[in-house]
C-alpha cells in the first residue's frame, strides 16, 4: 500500500494537469493506492491579486496568462474562449479549497478529489467564478452531496482551519508551490509529471519499498 499526499490548489493551472494524470494512474492500482487531499492556495487573498490586478480585466489578463499553461499540456483547449464568457474576475483560492475540504468532511478524500476535479473543470473549462456561492453549491449538488449540509459547512471556521492546517503543513515540509505529491510522508514529487513516471514510481515503490530505479528525495533534503 502507498500513500499519496496530494498538496494542490482549485485555481491552478499545473494542479488540473497534474490531477487529471495522477487519476488516470492511481486507476491502475486499485486498492494499492490510497490518495490523501491538502489545500495550497496560491492567491490567499483578494488582496493580493488586486495589488497585481487594480481592475477586472487586469485580473482576466491575469487568468488568461494562467490559462495559456493549461493550452501548453492540452493543444486544443482554447483560453480566450473561457475567459471570453466573461464570468471570471476576481478569483482567489480560499473559497473553493474551503469548498474542497465540505466535500471532505461529507465523503472522505474521493469527495475531496471529486469535487476539486469538477471545480478545476467549472474554471478552466466553462469559465466560471468558483469563489461565487452558487457556483460552489451548483457543484456540491453535481458531485451529489448533502447539499444542506454543504450550505453550513463551506464557509465554516472548520473548513478555514482545515485549509490553513493543510497549507502550515505543507510549508513545514518545504513545500512552498503545488502541485506537490508525498509519498509516504517521506518522498516529495514536485511539479507536472508524466503519467509514465507516477507509474514507474508507484511501481517502484510497491516492489521495493522504497525509490530503487527512480530518482527521488526525502522533503527534507534540498533540491
Request: hydrophobic letters at 40%.
Given at each position: 500500500?502507498?500513500?499519496?499526499?496530494?498538496?494542490?490548489?482549485?485555481?491552478?493551472?499545473?494542479?488540473?494537469?497534474?490531477?487529471?494524470?495522477?487519476?488516470?494512474?492511481?486507476?491502475?492500482?486499485?486498492?494499492?493506492?490510497?490518495?490523501?487531499?491538502?489545500?495550497?492556495?496560491?492567491?490567499?487573498?483578494?488582496?493580493?491579486?488586486?495589488?497585481?490586478?487594480?481592475?477586472?480585466?487586469?485580473?482576466?489578463?491575469?487568468?488568461?496568462?494562467?490559462?495559456?499553461?493549461?493550452?501548453?499540456?492540452?493543444?486544443?483547449?482554447?483560453?480566450?474562449?473561457?475567459?471570453?464568457?466573461?464570468?471570471?474576475?476576481?478569483?482567489?483560492?480560499?473559497?473553493?479549497?474551503?469548498?474542497?475540504?465540505?466535500?471532505?468532511?461529507?465523503?472522505?478524500?474521493?469527495?475531496?478529489?471529486?469535487?476539486?476535479?469538477?471545480?478545476?473543470?467549472?474554471?478552466?473549462?466553462?469559465?466560471?467564478?468558483?469563489?461565487?456561492?452558487?457556483?460552489?453549491?451548483?457543484?456540491?449538488?453535481?458531485?451529489?452531496?448533502?447539499?444542506?449540509?454543504?450550505?453550513?459547512?463551506?464557509?465554516?471556521?472548520?473548513?478555514?482551519?482545515?485549509?490553513?492546517?493543510?497549507?502550515?503543513?505543507?510549508?513545514?515540509m518545504g513545500i512552498h508551490g503545488v502541485p506537490a505529491i508525498l509519498i509516504n510522508d517521506v518522498w516529495l514529487v514536485r511539479g507536472v509529471q508524466s503519467e509514465d513516471f507516477l507509474?514507474?514510481?508507484?511501481?517502484?515503490?510497491?516492489?521495493?519499498?522504497?525509490?530503487?530505479?527512480?530518482?527521488?528525495?526525502?522533503?527534507?533534503?534540498?533540491e
Amino acid at each position: 500500500m502507498i500513500k499519496l499526499t496530494f498538496f494542490h490548489d482549485v485555481i491552478c493551472p499545473f494542479c488540473f494537469v497534474m490531477s487529471k494524470r495522477l487519476k488516470n494512474v492511481v486507476r491502475e492500482f486499485k486498492g494499492e493506492v490510497i490518495v490523501k487531499h491538502k489545500a495550497f492556495s496560491i492567491i490567499s487573498s483578494l488582496e493580493d491579486l488586486k495589488e497585481i490586478a487594480p481592475t477586472i480585466e487586469d485580473a482576466r489578463k491575469v487568468f488568461l496568462n494562467e490559462f495559456q499553461i493549461v493550452k501548453k499540456y492540452f493543444p486544443d483547449y482554447d483560453p480566450e474562449k473561457v475567459i471570453s464568457k466573461g464570468k471570471i474576475g476576481y478569483v482567489w483560492s480560499i473559497p473553493p479549497l474551503m469548498a474542497c475540504k465540505a466535500a471532505e468532511f461529507q465523503k472522505g478524500d474521493e469527495g475531496h478529489w471529486e469535487y476539486f476535479d469538477k471545480a478545476q473543470d467549472k474554471f478552466f473549462l466553462e469559465g466560471e467564478d468558483v469563489t461565487q456561492d452558487e457556483v460552489l453549491i451548483k457543484i456540491a449538488e453535481e458531485v451529489g452531496l448533502d447539499v444542506e449540509q454543504f450550505k453550513r459547512d463551506f464557509k465554516s471556521k472548520k473548513a478555514k482551519l482545515a485549509v490553513i492546517e493543510d497549507e502550515e503543513e505543507a510549508k513545514a515540509m518545504g513545500i512552498h508551490g503545488v502541485p506537490a505529491i508525498l509519498i509516504n510522508d517521506v518522498w516529495l514529487v514536485r511539479g507536472v509529471q508524466s503519467e509514465d513516471f507516477l507509474r514507474q514510481t508507484i511501481e517502484d515503490i510497491l516492489e521495493h519499498g522504497e525509490p530503487k530505479n527512480v530518482k527521488l528525495k526525502a522533503f527534507w533534503e534540498r533540491e
